[in-house]
Nanobody, 127 residues
């Protein structure tokens, strides 16, 4: 079991950058793949990408590919979501989720509901 805390959200103008953090207090965090999700008002939660547990393998959905970067620092039990060239459409509550030793991270329709989730952090991008 891991307990996740997201941070780093805020308000920013279009074109700007933000880095979100997903931190765990457990050293076993290194054994978890971590996915990032977002949910905009009135919309369903959207999977935007993930990083594998066993290597620095990442996956991004098309809407964020080339703008967002996921990385991890296992010495700090933290996964990061670097967001560049932000757009108003990126406005949402962002969540991270962890799944134990998940191998395949490139399926946006995969069920992460049984993973461990953080509380979310709000990102607001103004035009």
């Amino acid at each position: 079991q891991v307990h996740l805390v997201e941070s780093g959200g805020g308000s920013i103008q279009a074109g700007g950058s933000l880095t979100l953090s997903c931190a765990a207090s457990e050293d076993t965090f290194k054994n978890y793949a971590v996915g990032w999700f977002r949910q905009a008002p009135g919309k369903e939660r959207e999977y935007i990408g993930a990083i594998a547990w066993s290597a620095d393998i990442t996956y991004y959905v098309r809407s964020v590919r080339g703008r967002f970067t996921i990385s991890r620092d296992n010495s700090k039990n933290t996964v990061y979501l670097q967001m560049n060239s932000l757009k108003p459409d990126d406005t949402a509550v962002y969540y991270c989720a962890a799944r134990y030793k998940l191998i395949l991270i490139n399926n946006p329709d995969d069920d992460w509901s049984q993973g461990y989730w953080g509380q979310g952090t709000q990102v607001t991008v103004s035009s």
